[in-house]
């Protein structure tokens, strides 16, 4: 990744950095994605990418709850259950879209990173991508990243 500097940064209305997501965002809600925004948008960015994953989960990669691309440079946020107006990775069931915050039960706190990649460069990416095969295709191309961070558990 080649990082230009910059403040890129990501946050939710609906929880502050390392706290408990509202319940409206897991299977104990309605399950719908919560509000993403980023701001201080560096220089040269044409589109961004985000990708939600959690490294708690017992599998070796982790989690992918998330994956959204093909989002305009002039957008700054994913409204609550929002993102299918651009293009749809797929989550770590194959499936597209938001998959809620389901932590198993007893597995205690789960961490829920929001990474905001700012990509500099106007990729034609197919839909259907996974985590790791969209990062290996924008890593040249990521200007910067920044990250929102909540979490959830089932007690």
């Not at 719908?32 to 220089?43: A, F, K, L, M, T």
């Not at 589109?47 to 599998?59: I, Q, R």
């Not at 929001?114 to 460069?121: S, W």
Request: charged letters at 15%; one cysteine or more; proline letters at 9%.
């Amino acid at each position: 990744m080649k990082y230009n500097g910059g403040n890129l940064s990501a946050s939710s209305s609906a929880f502050k950095h390392g706290e408990r997501m509202p319940d409206a965002y897991s299977n104990n809600g309605a399950g719908v994605s919560p509000p993403i925004s980023w701001s201080d948008v560096p220089e040269g960015t044409t589109s961004f990418a985000v990708v939600c994953l959690d490294m708690d989960a017992p599998l070796i990669d982790g989690f992918t709850h998330w994956v959204v691309y093909g989002i305009p440079a002039d957008v700054r946020e994913l409204p609550e259950g929002g993102g299918d107006d651009y293009t749809q990775g797929v989550n770590s069931l194959g499936k597209p879209g938001w998959f809620p915050a389901s932590p198993p039960p007893g597995h205690g706190t789960h961490f829920y990173h929001f990474h905001v990649y700012a990509i500099g460069n106007n990729l034609e990416l197919e839909p259907g991508l996974g985590t790791w095969d969209l990062l290996k295709k924008i890593d040249p191309d990521v200007i910067n990243q920044a990250r929102v961070v909540g979490t959830y558990s089932n007690e």
